[in-house]
């Protein structure tokens, strides 16, 4: 595995980190085989695990404690997140921080995340949701100087909304953050425009989430692709999003150096961005984890094959449409 620097906070994380959203109930999911690829992975040095309280109702939390507790001797980084209060993914503009996250409700989140994990402190606590309008009322500022006073948490972040990196350009630059969480891929280029130096210029963090697009940057959807009826992927891939997407990724595939796969050349045009402190595709098997462990060994693309995956950049529509 290869380190980078989290930020400012002076961690050093494994460029391939854990994102357990997945195994928190996505369809198939396998509580065996995803305890077996959690500790694939800490073999293979990785050493930063996302999860949130949502998944599976704290499902991905009491599996991430069981891998802290089987490893008390390694240095795991644990990011869990708070939901928000009135369970609305994305947030909406306009809707006061009180109705989201109040004091009272955010701190019962911690001692609830605190109790999943087996901790007494959370190592990056973050908003499941974030918009930069409530930066303004100064209640959040205090409760997590609060939470990070009395040592329940270490550091702190936001996962922004899907598509909007735009809108926590301002929290970066307020110095209340550690890190930001943002789709960012071969498609999703646009953090890149304001969000990335604002980042770099403060010492924040940022986490790569959804870097093979929920799936589609590995190559293996088709037109038919399907998911059981209660799995948030059919809202996703809906009809014109799946077709649009197996169209791009069509076109990605010559580029794909020979010997590898895509989704590895997807982790690897994300870690040759030095901005990104650490990538974190969802994992469920061991194969993935194998493959994904080593596309960071493989180090950065070369500069053509970047400039070529550059021209793939897909800003999608509900970009800046609020
Ligand atoms: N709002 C938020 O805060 C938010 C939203 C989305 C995601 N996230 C975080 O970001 C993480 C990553 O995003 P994601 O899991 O939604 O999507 P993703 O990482 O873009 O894609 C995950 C999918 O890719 C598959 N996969 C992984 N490595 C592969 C490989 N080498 N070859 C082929 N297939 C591979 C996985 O299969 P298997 O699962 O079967 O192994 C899974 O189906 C989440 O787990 C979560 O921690 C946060």
Known sequence: ?????????????GEVGYGMWGMGGWT?????????????????GVNFFDTAQSYGDGHSE?????????HSDKRLYTATKVPPRNREWPSRQGVPLAEVFSRDYVRRCVDISCANLGVETIGLLQLHVWEDD????GDLQRTVAELRKEGSIRAFGLSLNRWQPWNGVKAVQSGLVDS??????????????????????????????????????????????????????NGYFAPANLAESVKRVDGLRPLVPAGTTMAQMALRFI???????VVIPGM???ENVEMNATAAEMGPLPPDLLA??????????SIRSR
């Open 28 to 44: 198939g999911s396998d509580d065996v085989q995803s305890r077996l690829s959690l500790e694939a992975a800490v073999a293979r």
């Open 62 to 70: 009491l599996l991430l404690g069981r891998l802290m507790a089987a």
């Open 180 to 233: 930001v969480q943002v789709v960012y891929n071969i498609f999703d280029q646009s953090p890149e425009d304001e969000l990335f130096p604002a980042c770099r210029e403060h010492g924040v963090a940022v986490i790569a989430r959804a870097p093979l697009d929920e799936g589609s940057l590995t190559g293996a959807l088709t037109l038919d692709s399907k998911w059981p009826a209660d799995d948030w992927r």
């Open 308 to 317: 070529e995956l550059r021209k793939h950049r897909w800003d999608r529509p």
């Open 134 to 137: 409530w930066l303004v009322d």
């Open 284 to 286: 469920r098997r061991i």
């Open 1 to 13: 595995m290869r380190y980078r620097s989290f930020g400012r906070n002076g961690w050093r994380v």
């Open 271 to 277: 870690l040759s961005n030095p901005d990104v402190s």
